[in-house]
T-cell receptor, first 117, second 111 residues
Framework: GAVVSQHPSRVICKSGTSVKIECRSL??????MFWYRQFPKQSLMLMAT?????????EQGVEKDKFLINHASLTLSTLTVTSAHPEDSSFYIC?????????????FGSGTRLTVV | DAKTTQPNSMESNEEEPVHLPCNHS???????IHWYRQLPSQGPEYVIH???SNVNNRMASLAIAEDRKSSTLILHRATLRDAAVYYC????????????FGAGTILRVKS
């Protein structure tokens, strides 16, 4: 159990356009999801916490107007990279949090490789 | 956020046990210790987690020091598929139960 699907796995877009990435929890409900980005040979950097039915909470230094997060249902969160530029090229990963007997469990999507040209 | 310290890299021979250490000297009483691993171009995969007692599952064992300031992930028989970056993370309820990743340990497995 606890499967998270992330789509698309790869996307190439032109500079100045917007790209939407979807994160779905397939077999559980997730009131909270997380979005990370990862540059080559670096660790995951937490960008924001996505809360179902309310505004996302962004980590310090992450532009909320640039990275729009919507969590409209208990199984879907989306990250939209607006007006993308080459420096936004990165590996984006989502995680869905599930309530467990000892607190929480976290399942990650397979990631989205974004290339902005 | 509570911090962890791990060696940058480790090497193991196939079929031998691997002990991956993690220091977390500032851990608080309610912080859970989580381990994830990541293969290239994939999302992290859950390995194991624990609070105070040692834990075992089909993938690995987690040995937690009595003072909880350190822990060790044990892979009992390393295979080539275990080559990955291993992350030791503290789940801190005071900071919203988020998983904040450190640098991790690159595990190389030799055949």
């Amino acid at each position: 159990g606890a499967v998270v699907s992330q789509h698309p796995s790869r996307v190439i877009c032109k500079s100045g356009t917007s790209v939407k990435i979807e994160c779905r929890s397939l077999d559980f409900q997730a009131t909270t999801m997380f979005w990370y980005r990862q540059f080559p040979k670096q660790s995951l950097m937490l960008m924001a916490t996505s809360n179902e039915g309310s505004k996302a909470t962004y980590e310090q230094g992450v532009e909320k107007d640039k990275f729009l997060i919507n969590h409209a249902s208990l199984t879907l969160s989306t990250l939209t990279v607006t007006s993308a530029h080459p420096e936004d090229s990165s590996f984006y990963i989502c995680s869905a949090r599930k309530v467990t007997p000892d607190g929480y469990g976290y399942t990650f999507g397979s990631g989205t490789r974004l290339t902005v040209v | 956020d509570a911090k962890t310290t791990q060696p940058n890299s480790m090497e193991s021979n196939e079929e031998e046990p691997v002990h991956l250490p993690c220091n977390h000297s500032t851990i608080s009483g309610t912080d859970y210790i989580h381990w994830y691993r990541q293969l290239p171009s994939q999302g992290p995969e859950y390995v194991i987690h624990g609070l105070t007692s040692n834990v075992n599952n089909r993938m690995a064992s987690l040995a937690i020091a009595e003072d909880r300031k350190s822990s060790t992930l044990i892979l009992h028989r390393a295979t080539l598929r275990d080559a990955a970056v291993y992350y030791c993370i503290l789940r801190d309820w005071e900071y919203g139960n988020k998983l904040v990743f450190g640098a991790g340990t690159i595990l190389r497995v030799k055949s």
